[in-house]
């Protein structure tokens, strides 16, 4: 996988801009927009506040029998040892994705929007942007080219971080809780955007020519192979692993703020 600088990706998608016009770009949001994940930066200020509501409890309960991991009558515990387990492999990955965004059942919908303000901005997210990553965006703001971040992080969290990079809440696509008269339920819309799910959500929002897609991880590798232009921004290791797989795939020189 060659090392390409943020002038010649922007030729590239120039190009295409020119070739075919009215496409857009998509992007991973965690490792891809900005350095680590917003969905654990929620995840873990939700079990420092305390605030996993009875609603959740017994959906954590049934997660943890069916992954081997012991219950415990403390949810906040719970959580914390689910999470112990995806950490170590026990736990899948998309189920953890799930859990991130339903644990707030109970919850009505503006109060985790609130409160996912406060974590993005506690957690200095605006200072976390990936300076390439940025580049991109205010290129394709200028060109208007529309951009839509495709994450498997809960919703309320991500609509908040990409603000920071400034974008609109409007074109995210992430793990969305079911609601019930304003309130949050133990179970998610499909499909989820992780893996494939990514391709799938993408197209259901838009049929438009997607010119570019940016991601970090392997699990990003369906949505970059569905561009014209794929774009690892510092990949883990993970994803360089697979890279042959998409000969095209390029990575964006890093900068420094």
């Excluded at 689910?82 to 189920?95: M, S, T, V, Y």
């Excluded at 059942?105 to 993005?120: K, L």
Aim: some cysteine; overall charge negative.
């Amino acid at each position: 996988m060659r090392t390409e600088r943020v002038e010649e990706t922007l030729e590239r998608i120039r190009r295409e801009v020119e070739r075919t016009p009215g496409g857009v770009l998509a992007f991973d949001g965690d490792g891809t927009l900005w350095s680590g994940d917003v969905g654990d930066d929620l995840f873990m200020a939700l079990l420092e506040h305390g605030g996993v509501r009875p609603e959740a409890r017994v959906a954590l309960e049934r997660l943890g029998a069916r992954h081997g991991v012991e219950a415990h009558p403390d949810a906040v515990t719970l959580a914390h040892a689910l999470f112990k387990a995806f950490e170590a492999g026990r736990l899948p990955e998309r189920d953890t994705y799930e859990m991130m965004a339903w644990i707030f059942a109970g919850w009505h919908a503006e109060e985790v929007r609130g409160f996912a303000q406060e974590v993005v901005s506690r957690r200095g997210v605006a200072r976390r942007i990936h300076p390439e990553a940025r580049r991109v965006v205010e290129w394709a703001r200028g060109q208007g080219v529309d951009c839509y971040v495709v994450s498997a992080s809960p919703r309320a969290v991500v609509e908040a971080a990409v603000r920071e990079v400034g974008l609109s809440p409007e074109f995210v696509l992430a793990c969305t809780p079911r609601e019930e008269g304003g309130r949050l339920q133990t179970s998610v819309f499909e499909p989820v955007p992780y893996g494939p799910g990514k391709v799938t959500c993408l197209r259901q929002r838009t049929d438009r020519p997607l010119y570019a897609a940016f991601g970090d991880n392997v699990f990003d590798l369906d949505l970059l192979a569905a561009a014209r232009v794929p774009v690892a921004i510092r990949p883990k290791v993970r994803l360089r692993d697979r890279a042959a797989e998409l000969p095209a795939l390029v990575q964006l020189q890093p900068e420094e703020a």
